[in-house]
């Protein structure tokens, strides 16, 4: 769980993809540490397929990751960090909200490995997809104006983390 995002500290992330990057990294740093081959693959698996993208989750501790990771992204308070993944990654938000609305329509169909994902999202996840659509939609229609980007989501310089 710790190291699952790890990806996005590598330099071919976009490219690759952060799950793929992460589990090469941590396989990297979990030898450094002594972790046996058996744990790191355990470890590697877990990362590489909790976006359900580059694998399957196989393992009981990759599904349970899978599930947790969905379900971050499963309510409509998913608006709010997909506005924050798109200052962060510099996107527009036209691009995040694409990327997005496949995401999650991929997740949905697939559906939870776990119960203990399945029942708290209670249908959160296609609520989701269908809102992040419609606003997918009303920016390329009603709302073309909307093409903000980072600089015009942030009222001021965005805080630094020297700055704290
Ligand atoms: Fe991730």
Not at 9 to 29: N, S
Not at 42 to 63: D, F, N, V, W, Y
Not at 109 to 117: D, E, I, K, Q, V
Request: proline share 4%.
């Amino acid at each position: 769980m710790l190291l699952h995002d790890i990806g996005f500290f590598t330099p071919d992330y976009k490219d690759a993809g952060h799950d793929v990057t992460g589990a090469r990294l941590a396989r990297e740093w979990l030898f450094e540490f002594g972790y046996g081959s058996e744990q790191i693959e355990a470890i590697g698996h877990c990362i590489r397929a909790h976006k359900g993208k580059a694998e399957t989750p196989r393992s009981l501790e990759a599904r349970i990751l899978y599930g947790a990771d969905v379900l971050e992204k499963a309510g409509a308070v998913y608006l709010i960090l997909a506005g924050r993944v798109t200052c962060e990654f510099d996107e527009t938000i036209e691009h995040v909200l694409a990327r997005e609305v496949v995401d999650r329509a991929k997740e949905s169909s697939r559906g939870y490995y776990t119960t203990m994902a399945r029942t708290p999202d209670n249908g959160r996840l296609e609520r989701t997809r269908l809102l992040l659509d419609e606003v997918h939609a009303e920016i390329q229609t009603d709302r073309s104006d909307i093409r903000p980007d980072e600089s015009a989501l942030w009222a001021n310089s965005p805080p630094r983390i020297e700055d704290h």
